[in-house]
């Protein structure tokens, strides 16, 4: 078990006004998950998604699978 904190960031392109999700991608080597929260609530709830989960959204994020969304 480990006791690492989550170390929370958001990408430095995400000054849209608040809409953004913050991730610990420093749990992956101990705990194997990339865990996800809304920047505007810290305290509420987490999404833990696995590593290669989190791997395929960013790959689609970059192919622009998302833009209409």
């Known amino acids: 078990m480990t006791t690492e904190?989550?170390?929370?960031?958001?990408?430095s392109f995400s000054e849209n006004g608040g809409q953004c999700?913050?991730?610990?991608?420093?749990?992956v080597g101990s705990l194997?998950?990339?865990p996800l929260r809304d920047s505007k609530n810290p305290s509420g709830p987490v999404l833990n998604a696995s590593a290669a989960s989190f791997a395929s959204f960013v790959a689609g994020v970059k192919a622009g699978e998302f833009d209409a969304v």
């Open 32 to 34: 194997g998950v990339v």
């Open 21 to 27: 999700i913050e991730v610990a991608a420093n749990l």
């Open 5 to 11: 904190s989550p170390r929370w960031f958001k990408s």
